[in-house]
């Protein structure tokens, strides 16, 4: 799966924890907000547990392996975030029709600070 998004905001916190944690300086922080958000997910079934394991890499630097299992319409990921980006998340993708996703990613960070993301994604044809 690879995605694009658009960053409308990025809070006070936001910003500090690109700086501390990625490193990022004022202008890349300008530049991550100017440019499009990219990501790529490649998934599979673990064929003996039956799980869905995840490998994310995205556009700010961050890796994450994930481990999950569908339950409807909805899928429940656990990520472990390493790299830059280090901590853990949990996300839940809801189909809400065949052509539309909605996910909600809540985040823990190492010093034990959260953050929280919500995203709706729209299959282009």
């Given at each position: 799966?690879?995605?694009?998004?658009?960053?409308?905001?990025?809070?006070p916190?936001?910003?500090?924890?690109?700086?501390?944690?990625?490193?990022?300086?004022?202008?890349?922080?300008?530049?991550?907000?100017?440019?499009?958000?990219?990501?790529?997910?490649?998934?599979?079934?673990?064929?003996?547990?039956?799980?869905?394991?995840?490998?994310?890499?995205?556009?700010l630097?961050?890796?994450?392996?994930?481990?999950?299992?569908?339950?409807?319409?909805?899928?429940?990921?656990?990520?472990?975030?390493?790299?830059?980006?280090?901590?853990?998340?949990?996300?839940?993708?809801e189909?809400?029709?065949?052509?539309?996703?909605?996910?909600?990613?809540?985040?823990?960070?190492?010093?034990?600070?959260?953050?929280?993301?919500?995203?709706?994604?729209?299959?282009?044809?």
């Amino acid at each position: 799966m690879k995605g694009e998004a658009e960053i409308i905001e990025i809070t006070p916190e936001q910003k500090q924890y690109l700086k501390e944690t990625l490193h990022a300086t004022d202008d890349e922080i300008q530049r991550f907000q100017s440019s499009a958000f990219k990501s790529l997910e490649i998934h599979t079934i673990d064929p003996k547990t039956g799980e869905i394991i995840g490998y994310m890499f995205d556009s700010l630097r961050c890796i994450a392996i994930g481990r999950g299992k569908r339950e409807g319409n909805k899928e429940i990921m656990n990520w472990q975030w390493s790299g830059t980006g280090k901590g853990t998340s949990i996300r839940i993708t809801e189909k809400v029709s065949e052509d539309k996703l909605i996910a909600t990613e809540k985040y823990t960070l190492p010093d034990g600070s959260t953050m929280e993301d919500k995203g709706e994604m729209t299959r282009k044809k």
